[in-house]
């Protein structure tokens, strides 16, 4: 018998069932790498709704960066502001919705109600009170298409009326409230700022800008109450439009504490507030945790956990105001 011939033969067969499996292998393994490949490429597209705070697009892309996020190459922001109106944040909510966005940052509450209305796509939100203004059943469990943070904005008001009399309690006894009664959280928060000035043995008088069309005739109305010190309401309206509000507040000579710390950029005496870079982060998380499969309807609302008293000294010599010492010694941040 020729076993030269049959080792041959066999080292063939050997070459060829090695080819085989090489073949076979490679069917399995490039499906696999494809699939791999393209789930590593998958970019997220989200949309933001209604966001005029200074600073909130570089904070919420910072902490899309540090989830792993690379906005143009894993993530795609649209972002998309409005004058405030209902009916023009459900049509700005509707075009992010169609433009393939797969969920919605909405960092007030008119924007978060005007986007859970007019879309289908998940919400998340900072508002200041989401179960009493209809975006949750509850904190513990939202049941809906929305969560994010609470801000708690009422809670702070009895705080901003306490930190404003502090300053001149001799000379305090009226204090003009700024609201905008088109603020879905109007009632609670005036029902707060009354209720407080009450304990506190003060009065309140409100001024209504009405929106957008009202502001600069109720700011131009400031100087012809006869109030002794400002409350600024916590409104995007106001906080959009901080420089001429922080102008009309200084023309009138009087005290004033303001919602939230970026009024400071255009000269205000006080804020007390939520830190929104806080905020915006935790934003960013239930973004993170929504994309990935979470249920916003089991997500739970966060309730703020940080707070900032910020004093301008510059606007207190401007008043001839004495900043009582211990103030100063709670304040988070002095500006000389």
Request: charged letters at 20%; proline letters at 5%.
């Amino acid at each position: 018998m020729n076993w030269s011939w049959m080792d041959s033969t066999v080292r063939q067969t050997v070459r060829t069932a090695s080819k085989l499996l090489l073949t076979s292998s490679l069917a399995i393994a490039i499906p696999s790498a494809i699939a791999q490949a393209t789930q590593s490429t998958t970019i997220h597209r989200i949309g933001v709704l209604d966001a005029p705070i200074p600073g909130l697009a570089d904070t919420l892309r910072d902490a899309f960066r540090e989830l792993g996020y690379i906005e143009g190459k894993s993530i795609l922001i649209d972002w998309r502001q409005s004058t405030g109106t209902d009916q023009e944040l459900q049509s700005l909510a509707r075009r992010l919705a169609a433009s393939g966005a797969e969920l919605i940052v909405a960092t007030a509450t008119p924007a978060a109600q005007a986007a859970l209305r007019a879309t289908s796509v998940p919400v998340v939100f900072a508002s200041g009170d989401p179960v009493a203004t209809g975006l949750a059943a509850s904190l513990a469990k939202p049941g809906g298409k929305g969560t994010g943070v609470s801000t708690t904005t009422t809670d702070l008001t009895p705080k901003r009326l306490e930190l404003l009399l502090r300053v001149a309690p001799r000379r305090i006894g009226r204090i003009l409230y700024l609201e905008n009664s088109s603020n879905p959280l109007r009632g609670l928060l005036l029902e707060e700022a009354k209720a407080a000035a009450a304990t506190l043995g003060v009065q309140i008088e409100s001024l209504d800008a009405g929106g957008l069309r009202g502001l600069d005739a109720a700011l131009n109305g400031i100087r012809h109450r006869e109030v002794d010190a400002i409350l600024v309401a916590a409104d995007l309206l106001f906080l959009s439009n901080r420089e001429k509000v922080a102008r009309a507040v200084r023309e009138a000579r009087l005290p004033a504490i303001f919602p939230w710390r970026e009024y400071h950029d255009a000269g205000v005496l006080m804020s007390y507030s939520p830190s929104m870079t806080w905020v915006t982060r935790k934003l960013a998380v239930y973004v993170d945790r929504i994309l990935k499969g979470a249920n916003p309807a089991e997500l739970p609302i966060e309730q703020v956990s940080k707070y900032e008293f910020i004093i301008d000294l510059r606007i207190a010599r401007s008043l001839k105001l004495e900043i009582p010492q211990e103030m100063l010694l709670r304040a988070d941040e002095i500006i000389r």
